[in-house]
């Protein structure tokens, strides 16, 4: 399966790429974790992307396009991958359809998760995340056994930097600017599976792998 996950910030992208990319056993490819990762390590990518992240606005085209290419070239990428977060801008998704065509394979689908605003911001407020695993929670919608520590290793669990109200209102402002157009771009070419993220985790999950295998 070769999959991208479309949605705006909090829809629940991360959410259902842990449990899809267990399904299919493919790479789970988030841009947003690249980068946190590099922010992590201080590498120069990490302190050029922290900028915009941390306002809550887009990495240049130019910073993206090239790490993901990179990504799609390696052997675990074979019999597929999704991308989660990645293509965001018209200029990123042409660029993937350059890459594809010239290892010369096709996406199988475009999951589209949609939510309104306001629970976004809700869900992208609530969210903590294992420093250790990458495991998502919500302290309200998917709370863990024990409150701050991750159910997997008991790690204390902590806030994304960017998961701050202005911030994310920024963020989906941003969305709706630069990253919806990409709906009406893969509707054109067929790819749009669109799958309702107000239902529980669980039924999201069930509806994308039967829009997926249809
Ligand atoms: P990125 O990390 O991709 O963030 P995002 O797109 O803003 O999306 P989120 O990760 O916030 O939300 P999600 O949809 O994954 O939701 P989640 O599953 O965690 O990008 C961060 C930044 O990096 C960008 O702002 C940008 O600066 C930069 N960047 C990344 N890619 C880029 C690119 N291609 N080009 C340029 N810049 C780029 O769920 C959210 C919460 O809700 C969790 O707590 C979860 O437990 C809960 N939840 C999930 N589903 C449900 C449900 N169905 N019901 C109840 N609760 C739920
Ligand atoms: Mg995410």
Do not use: W
């Not at 201080?42 to 090239?66: F, R």
Request: net charge negative; with cysteine; glycine share 8%.
């Amino acid at each position: 399966m070769r999959i991208v996950l479309l949605g705006p910030p909090g829809a629940g992208k991360g959410t259902q790429a842990s449990a899809i990319v267990k399904k299919y056993n493919i790479p789970h490819i988030s841009t947003g974790d690249i980068f946190r990762a590099n922010i992590k390590e201080g590498t120069a990518l990490g302190v050029q992307a922290k900028e915009y992240m941390d306002k809550g606005l887009l990495v240049p085209d130019e910073l993206v396009v090239s790490i993901v290419k990179d990504r799609l070239t390696k052997e675990d990428c074979k019999n597929g991958f999704l991308l989660d977060g990645f293509p965001r801008t018209v200029n990123q998704a042409e660029a993937l359809d350059v890459e594809l065509n010239a290892m010369g394979i096709k996406l199988d689908g475009v999951v589209n998760i949609e939510a309104d605003s306001q629970i976004l911001i809700e869900r992208a407020i609530g969210r903590r995340i294992c420093k250790e695993c990458g495991a998502t929670y919500h302290i309200k919608f998917n709370p863990p056994k024990f409150e701050g520590l991750c159910d997997n290793d008991k790690t204390p669990l902590f806030q994304r930097d960017d998961d701050i109200e202005e911030t994310v209102a920024t963020r989906i402002k941003v969305y709706e600017n630069q990253t919806q157009p990409l709906i009406e771009y893969y509707d054109k070419k067929g790819l749009i599976l669109n799958v309702d993220g107000i239902k529980p985790i669980d039924e999201v999950f069930n509806i994308i792998v039967k829009a997926l295998e249809k």
